[in-house]
């Protein structure tokens, strides 16, 4: 049986689903530069705003942190290596690392930093379909001379299409092997392999799908876009935006 996680589109009524495609993703890029230079005022604002945004969208906070329990994981690891690896106050020593404060603080930020650039992305794909991505991604593109802008467009938008199908498709061989029980076996590196041999061969099998698909249907280069249509309160969004990045990288 299919799982539907919280990185597969979502129809709705909200504002951010309404917003114009190509103002979405103009803001989602500059909120995630702005991220990467934000201090922690600005970092404890945005985490605010998605937790008021989250519920009014049907995210679920704990069937998103089993979902993202690998990435929380690799983040401890993140957090663990900036807290040994960094110069100054000692904490904790021991016979081949020095826990300092610093190491702790710096870690602590880095690993705020990349959890809110992957809520952003779950926000995104939650409210934008495949084909508005495309239709925004080919819209900047055009004006750049020699420059493939409907198969680049096309490639970015079956990257954000690919994503939660993965994630999916871990969540069904997960099941399927649980049943099976091969969660029992002891040796960790055999279940990775299990699993990694069978997710591979499962996306494998999906891309090849499409293709398939997408031949039947005659698929070319020369289509015909959807029409892009802004409104005011897209432009007062970037606007808001905008200003909010800039808040965020200077105080």
Not at 53 to 59: D, Q
Not at 191 to 210: G, Y
Not at 229 to 250: H, K
Request: a positive charge; proline letters at 3%.
């Amino acid at each position: 049986m299919a799982h539907i996680t919280h990185f597969d589109f979502q129809a709705g009524n909200t504002f951010l689903h309404g917003m114009d495609i190509r103002f979405k993703l103009a803001i989602f890029i500059g909120v995630n530069l702005a991220v990467a230079q934000s201090a922690l005022v600005g970092l404890s604002g945005l985490t605010v705003l998605l937790a008021i945004t989250f519920p009014s969208l049907g995210i679920s906070f704990k069937k998103l942190l089993i979902e993202l329990r690998l990435f929380i994981l690799l983040l401890l690891l993140v957090f663990l290596a900036r807290a040994v690896s960094e110069t100054g106050e000692s904490l904790v020593s021991g016979w081949l690392r020095q826990v300092t404060l610093q190491g702790i603080q710096k870690g602590g930020v880095v690993c705020w930093r990349l959890l809110l650039i992957v809520l952003l992305g779950l926000l995104f794909i939650r409210t934008s379909r495949s084909w508005e991505i495309k239709a925004a991604i080919q819209w900047y593109l055009d004006p750049i001379p020699k420059v493939p802008a409907q198969r680049l467009s096309l490639m970015f938008s079956l990257m954000f299409r690919f994503f939660p199908m993965i994630l999916e498709l871990h969540a069904d061989i997960s099941d399927a092997q649980q049943s099976r029980l091969v969660g029992l076996r002891k040796n960790p590196l055999f279940r990775l392999k299990v699993m990694t041999v069978a997710l591979l061969e499962n996306t494998f099998q999906k891309v090849d799908e499409m293709t398939v698909a997408m031949e039947s249907r005659c698929y070319s280069d020369e289509r015909t876009g959807p029409i892009l249509i802004s409104r005011r309160s897209d432009w007062v969004m970037l606007v808001t935006s905008a200003a909010g990045c800039l808040v965020m990288v200077f105080v």
